[in-house]
């Protein structure tokens, strides 16, 4: 059984820093890629970045040059770096495993960590 735990969201001001990580068990981490995806109230889930199992990474553009993804496969963890942060990035970002696919979410998602921008 797959299980995808988050952790590291929070309330930040603008301009601030956050970064959140995803623990992964239950899967052969390293032949994943995983995925951080967000969602706001009303919209679907929205493409933040993906990390395939050999570490290329696909970045959404709205958070290129702010966010960066990276993985620890010794310790079944995917890392997300938010720096700069806005208020549109306000949302629950959820941590996502695909066995193939690096630009829509397979079918594992963990519970979400909120992320709030604010002043």
């Known amino acids: 059984q797959v299980q995808l735990v988050e952790a590291g969201g929070g309330l930040v001001h603008p301009g601030g820093f956050l970064g959140p990580s995803c623990a992964a068990s239950?899967?052969?981490?390293?032949?994943?890629?995983m995925g951080w995806y967000r969602q706001v109230p009303g919209k679907q889930h929205e493409l933040v970045a993906t990390i395939t199992s050999c570490g290329s990474t696909n970045i959404a553009g709205s958070v290129k040059g702010r966010f960066t993804i990276s993985r620890d496969n010794d310790k079944n963890t995917v890392y997300l770096q938010m720096n700069t942060l806005k208020p549109e990035d306000t949302a629950v970002y959820y941590c996502?495993?695909?066995?193939?696919?690096?630009?829509?979410?397979?079918?594992?998602w963990g519970q979400g960590t909120q992320v709030t921008v604010s002043s």
């Open positions: 239950g899967i052969i981490f390293r032949m994943y890629v």
């Open positions: 996502n495993a695909d066995r193939y696919n690096i630009y829509t979410p397979g079918e594992s």
